[in-house]
């Protein structure tokens, strides 16, 4: 998105730089004359030229004004779509910043350590037991006491076995 707007934002510059060659190469030595004779507010050669062109040689004073007031509306809108399309790629990158570090987290809980995410029944929380307990055969971790059967945990609750799900 990005480098579409900013190839659009840099064939518009280059089609106003035309634009203002093609009226300089005609009126120049006329614009220089004006602007010799100019005694207003303190103003640079190009800015003075630049508003003659928007004024058409200064017979259409508001057409240049609105015209200035229309550039500076797009370039607004302009920097408004390049702060959105920022926004939307650093949320994109944010998104799959967390993707990479949960899938880097289960690589490391699932492959490296041996452990499977199951949610305790009781409060809802995750808990990571070893993917490779024996069936059948209960195992205490965490102060809990849980067993592996049939490729799926079960927690002690004190009056029996309650089934847990597999987490995320």
Not at 50 to 79: C, H, I, K, P, W
Not at 108 to 136: F, S
């Amino acid at each position: 998105m990005a480098r579409i707007t900013t190839g659009n934002q840099n064939r518009l510059a280059q089609a106003q730089q035309a634009t203002f060659a093609r009226y300089m190469k005609i009126y120049g030595p006329w614009v220089r004359k004006q602007y010799a004779k100019y005694r207003g507010p303190p103003m640079s050669f190009e800015r003075f030229a630049y508003f003659e062109m928007m004024s058409a040689n200064g017979t259409n004073v508001a057409g240049g004004l609105q015209a200035q007031r229309d550039q500076f509306a797009g370039q607004q809108r302009a920097q408004r779509t390049r702060e959105q399309g920022y926004s939307s790629y650093r949320q994109g990158m944010y998104a799959n910043s967390a993707r990479m570090d949960r899938s880097a987290e289960r690589f490391d809980q699932n492959v490296v350590r041996g452990n499977v995410a199951q949610i305790d029944p009781n409060t809802g929380e995750k808990r990571w037991l070893p993917n490779n307990a024996p069936e059948n055969r209960p195992f205490q971790q965490g102060g809990h006491t849980y067993v592996q059967h049939q490729g799926g945990f079960y927690q002690w609750n004190g009056n029996g076995w309650a089934p847990m799900r597999r987490g995320q």
